[in-house]
C-alpha cells in the first residue's frame, strides 16, 4: 500500500538559511509525488510536482524539491529561507488503485516550518 | 477568477443532525475529492469523484456520503453526524484523475458536533 512520512513535526531555521523538510514514500508503481503548503486559515496550495524526468524540480516561491529513486524520498529545499515561508507543508503521494482509472491520494501527516528573523 | 468554493465555513451542530457541505468549482475539471484535516494526521481522503456520477470511496468514507450529479458540484453529506467528525474539511478539484494532476483545494469548512 503507498504511505507517505514526513518525519519532522516542525522545522525550524533563521531568515535567510537554507531550509529543507523532509518527504520518504513507498508506492507500488511509479511515484507521483506533490508539495502542498498550508497557510493559517487557508486551503492548501500547490507548491510543485515530480511526475518523470529531471530529478530535481522547480516550483513556486523559490522552493525545488529532489527526488531520489534509491532513497525513496522528495524532500523540500530552499536556499534562502524567509519569514513569509512559515506554514504546514504537506508531501502526498498518488498512485492508481487496483482495479480503477482514478488515483487515490496519500498526503503525510505536515510539517510546520517557522522561520525566524 | 478559478477558484473552488465551500460551504459553510463554519458549522456547529449536534449529533445526529443531517447536514450537507456544498463544494462547488468553475474550472471545468474532471475530480473532485473531499478530505479531512486532523491534527498528526494530515489530510485523509473521505471520497472522490472521477466524473459526473462516478465516485469511489477513500481512506475515511465511514459515515460520510457524495453525490456527483453536475460536473461543478461535490457535496458532502452526513446523514447523522457524530463527534468524531469534528473536523476541518477540504474539497479540491484536479482537471483529471490521473496520477500527475495538481489539486486545487477550497478554503475549507469547520466542522464542530457536539
Not at chain 1, 511526475?51 to 529531471?54: A, N, V, Y
Given at each position: 500500500a503507498q504511505s507517505v512520512a514526513q518525519p519532522e513535526d516542525q522545522v525550524n531555521v533563521a531568515e535567510g538559511n537554507p531550509l529543507t523538510v523532509k518527504c520518504t514514500y513507498s508506492v507500488s508503481g511509479n511515484p507521483y509525488l506533490f508539495w502542498y503548503v498550508q497557510y493559517p486559515n487557508r486551503g492548501l496550495q500547490f507548491l510543485l510536482k515530480y511526475?518523470?524526468?529531471?530529478n530535481l524540480v522547480k516550483g513556486s516561491y523559490g522552493f525545488e524539491a529532489e527526488f531520489n529513486k534509491s532513497q525513496t524520498s522528495f524532500h523540500l529545499k530552499k536556499p534562502s529561507a524567509l519569514v513569509s515561508d512559515s506554514a504546514l507543508y504537506f508531501c502526498a503521494v498518488r498512485d492508481f488503485g487496483l482495479g480503477s482509472s482514478a488515483s487515490k491520494i496519500i498526503f503525510g501527516s505536515g510539517t510546520r516550518l517557522s522561520i525566524r528573523p | 477568477e478559478a477558484q473552488v468554493t465551500q460551504n459553510p465555513r463554519y458549522l456547529i451542530t449536534v449529533t445526529g443532525k443531517k447536514l450537507t457541505v456544498t463544494c462547488s468549482q468553475n474550472m471545468n475539471h474532471e475530480y473532485m475529492s473531499w478530505y479531512r484535516q486532523d491534527p498528526g494526521l494530515g489530510l485523509r481522503q473521505i471520497y472522490y469523484s472521477m466524473n459526473v456520477e462516478v465516485t469511489d470511496k477513500g481512506d475515511v468514507p465511514e459515515g460520510y456520503k457524495v453525490s456527483r450529479k453536475e460536473k461543478r458540484n461535490f457535496p458532502l453529506i452526513l446523514e447523522s453526524p457524530s463527534p468524531n467528525q469534528t473536523s476541518l474539511y477540504f474539497c479540491a478539484s484536479s482537471l483529471g484523475g490521473g496520477a500527475g494532476y495538481e489539486q486545487y483545494f477550497g478554503p475549507g469548512t469547520r466542522l464542530t458536533v457536539t
Open positions: 511526475i518523470t524526468g529531471d | -
